[in-house]
């Protein structure tokens, strides 16, 4: 299921609210576990045998860390983190990476063997990183282990992050699983924050998508520069609403439930460099790379030639984290040769540019980086970014070109807007820093009516609601 | 990535309010009162709100209650169709998409659904080269000359014609916004043009002397009466009859608040249309589909008190009907169609004993066999270009 559909919205959602707040405290993670799979199942009867078979497998191992841990047997422990480990890596491998593999093998070596065809289990990326966070987390005693396997459960397969992030590590919730304190002033906020994710999900990414997605439907040849750049920025807009406004949603429905997690996006598109924009964007991706590869593979401790390697490495996985496919490689790779250029180079002559040029570069590069990313077929993707430049195009523009940009301008410039912390310091300045002006009210009000209104509109007349994150 | 801002993931959500500083946050209450009673106030309502059948104002059948069974459930058509189900029966449906369609025109959108905002209120289709299924346009057009050429020979020169109409897309270029670009129908005409030469009845010269006039609705895909006529007048000049001069009907205005299909896919109203019908006095007797039943009248004015109004027309979308006119002259026509011969028809029917409509989508008899069983002298195929280039029925006419 996805947030943004009415049975979400009108059907699900009511009925889990009624039983969560309904049932005594101790009760909460029980119907929690229980409607998330549900949730899952929704979309997936069959694998939410793979989330069950994955919360037993890492609810076990954290035992077993647990247990050896308390005898001292740290070899033992390792043997236990490392396990658990390879079942996740496997489960993820077998069911995102084998096709890939195949068909890379079969071009290689000119064999035939089938391909598998299965289809991805939705969120098996995130839940997969998640688990492993938790019997590594155990492991290094950054989290007690959790002996109630309901709990246990619920984390693995809360609803509000389960299909798209952000990625919860364990240690950040493993208290708010056992003393969490629902309140109203909590659930107020959440409110605030789902509709803030549910209109940049409806109303901002959806609308742009539909340009993208004639866009990039475009054969190659029949572009104008115009409309390749603005192809290109409407996908940027796309995924950046779409994901952001879901991690939103997730915020905010952890929020009425109680639980707080991390941030995972702050405006990524006002950074002056690629460093500062992987800071910025998909920020829980980026930390468990951090914690859980980088930093253990030494991080920047150990002379340059290894820091290298392990920027590389992590670089390689993020790519391919994003899907299986070599374009996914390529984006990767693309940005960790960047971040390594940045960071011995750059980033000092960066810092020395006025703002608007550090901001231009860096978002030049994030557009070039989409165009890898939105096109699997690698020659598209160059035929695109040759058309960006006007390599076998039409022209520069032509009336198409001028249709579309007129039909989309008021829209660009309110993503435009909409992607800096414009609008945030436009609330603050209404209601105050803490919702503190007598206004708040009214103001909040208003804006909870409109989004849900105009959002629930566009469901019902729903001809495009794509969900991007099925890749991942 | 080691340098990664610790002080960003730190940020706590919700931000933390200082306590004791005798400020509170004053929304929290109407914001989650509000949010309650939207969710759980539409979800009631669309629970209890009956289920229908039918959408008069999208003209189309809903989705109803899905059957449960494991095997739907775990194949997964259980779930799509309950989506479907759940969007489909919203309560409030109309208003939900009037309300999308306000918001999109707020945000200065030109085009909505698949439907040019054009000026003066018309609403015109938007159909895009993507639309075209390039493959099945090309087997339409072959199918076209393959069966023309075919007739030509059988019956005539001055017996077989083909007449594609240009939509208000073509016709009423200035009224689309800006740059609005689609399909090309000129191209796609100039080539009919080309194959078919003298057994193609090109009304772009005709309809763009009367584009001024209201020969296209503003709210519907179809013709208005007049345009049907200035058709009629094309068409009787080529097959060599003279075509009835419009004074010689009694032009009855039947319908003033006409809100067709194109109104449909908006659900906003911007426009409306009205309807005439040109009575010429003469008596006809008309068969629908075979069933026996002789009606007298070439309009069926019951559908004016229905959402699909054009279908007064001789009756709408019907497999095969029959006209049979006073004039005994021993001439059969046979007009293979879409919807835009249904007030075209009328005219035709005058100059021909009998005059047979046939709608390919329903109507399943190779045309070879039809027209030799029926005795045909006369064939027309009259579509618009929009539906010609999209029909995937066409078969039959050249088996």
């Known amino acids: 299921m996805v947030f943004s559909s009415l049975p979400f919205l009108f059907r699900y959602l009511p009925i889990v609210l009624i039983l969560y707040f309904i049932v005594p405290r101790k009760l909460r993670n029980t119907v929690l576990f229980f409607t998330s799979l549900v949730f899952y199942a929704w979309g997936e009867p069959i694998y939410v045998v793979i989330m069950l078979f994955s919360t037993v497998v890492d609810f076990t191992h954290g035992m077993l860390v647990h247990h050896f841990k308390q005898k001292g047997e740290i070899k033992k422990a390792k043997l236990a983190v490392a396990s658990s480990m390879i079942i996740n890596l496997a489960l993820l491998g077998f069911f995102k990476y084998s096709d890939f593999l195949i068909s890379n093998i079969n071009a290689l070596t000119g064999s035939d063997i089938a391909l598998l065809k299965l289809a991805l289990p939705i969120g098996i990326s995130f839940y997969t990183f998640q688990t492993m966070s938790y019997t590594i987390d155990v492991f290094r005693g950054e989290a007690e282990v959790q002996k109630n396997i309901i709990s246990f459960g619920a984390y693995v397969v809360l609803f509000p992050q389960l299909i798209a992030g952000p990625i919860v590590q364990y240690k950040t919730i493993a208290t708010q699983l056992q003393e969490r304190r629902e309140n109203f002033d909590q659930f107020s906020y959440g409110v605030i924050r789902f509709m803030n994710g549910l209109g940049k999900k409806v109303l901002l990414a959806n609308n742009i998508g539909l340009l993208w997605d004639k866009i990039s439907a475009t054969p190659s040849g029949e572009l104008t520069v115009v409309t390749a750049w603005l192809g290109i920025t409407a996908f940027a807009f796309q995924i950046y609403f779409d994901f952001s406004g879901y991690s939103d949603m997730a915020i905010g429905l952890g929020n009425m439930l109680g639980f707080r997690f991390l941030e995972n996006f702050n405006y990524p598109y006002m950074s002056k460099s690629i460093t500062e924009f992987w800071r910025r964007w998909h920020i829980s ?166 989004i849900f209104i105009i959002s629930v509109a566009y469901l019902v007349d729903a001809s495009y609601n794509p969900f991007l994150y099925f890749r991942f | 990535m080691s340098e990664v801002n610790k002080n960003l993931e730190a940020v706590p959500n919700p931000p933390k309010i200082k306590k004791g500083e005798g400020k509170e946050q004053r929304g929290r209450f109407s914001n989650v009162i509000i949010f309650l009673v939207l969710i759980y106030g539409l979800t009631i309502a669309s629970m209890i709100n009956p289920v229908k059948g039918f959408s008069e104002s999208e003209n189309r059948v809903l989705e109803g209650r899905p059957k449960f069974s494991w095997e739907s459930l775990f194949n997964g058509s259980f779930i799509s169709k309950y989506e479907t189900f759940v969007t489909d029966q919203f309560v409030f449906r109309d208003t939900w998409i009037g309300i999308k369609t306000r918001t999109e025109l707020a945000m200065l959108k030109k085009d909505i659904n698949g439907v040019y905002i054009g000026k003066d209120g018309y609403l015109i289709e938007k159909v895009e080269n993507s639309d075209v299924d390039m493959e099945q346009l090309d087997r339409n057009e072959k199918r076209l000359y393959a069966f023309i050429n075919k007739y030509k020979e059988q019956l005539g020169d001055e017996h077989v014609f083909a007449m594609i109409a240009p939509t208000a897309f073509e016709v009423l270029k200035e009224k689309l916004p800006p740059y609005a670009t689609g399909f090309d129908q000129g191209a796609f005409l100039n080539r009919l043009e080309g194959t078919l030469t003298n057994q193609f009845i090109d009304l772009r010269q005709t309809f763009s002397e009367h584009k001024d006039e209201y020969i296209f609705y503003r709210t519907d895909h179809h013709w208005t009466t007049l345009g049907a006529y200035y058709a009629y007048v094309e068409w009787a000049e080529a097959i060599g009859v003279t075509p009835m001069r419009q004074e010689e009907f009694d032009i009855k205005k039947i319908e003033d608040k006409f809100l067709g299909t194109i109104y449909s896919k908006i659900n906003l109203e911007l426009s409306s249309d009205e309807m005439y019908l040109y009575d010429s006095g003469k008596n006809y007797t008309v068969e629908y589909n075979m069933d026996g039943v002789q009606k007298n009248s070439l309009y069926e004015m019951s559908f004016l008190d229905t959402k699909d109004k054009y279908s007064v027309y001789l009756g709408g979308n019907n497999p095969i009907v029959k006209i049979d006119s006073e004039n005994h002259n021993g001439k059969k026509l046979l007009i293979i169609k879409d919807s835009y011969a249904h007030c075209f028809a009328p005219f035709a029917a005058n100059h021909f004993e009998t005059t047979y409509m046939v709608d390919l989508r329903y109507f399943n008899m190779p045309m070879s066999r039809f027209i030799e069983e029926n005795g045909i002298t006369d064939v027309l195929v009259l579509y618009n270009v929009n539906g010609y280039i999209k029909d995937k029925n066409l078969d039959n006419m050249v088996r």
């Open chain 1, 285 to 450: 991706l980026g930390s468990w790379f951090r914690d859980y590869v980088y930093i253990p593979l030494g991080g920047n401790r150990c002379g340059l030639g290894k820091q290298i390697r392990n920027i590389a490495i992590v670089w390689l996985l993020t790519g391919i984290w994003h899907g299986a496919s070599w374009n996914f490689i390529m984006w990767g790779v693309y940005f960790g040769v960047i971040l390594v250029f940045e960071k011995f180079v750059l980033l000092k002559v960066l810092n020395k540019l006025p703002s608007f040029i550090s901001h231009i570069y860096a978002i030049f590069l994030v557009w070039i980086g989409w165009v890898i990313f939105a096109f699997d077929d690698l020659s598209r993707g160059i035929d695109y970014i040759k058309a960006m430049f006007g390599v076998n195009t039409l022209g520069f523009v032509n009336t198409n070109a001028l249709y579309l940009l007129m039909n989309y301008a008021l829209i660009l410039i309110i993503l435009i807007l909409g992607s800096t912390d414009l609008p945030k310091r436009l609330a603050i300045r209404f209601v105050g820093e803490h919702g503190e002006k007598r206004v708040t009210p009214v103001v909040q009000g208003l804006f909870v009516v409109g």
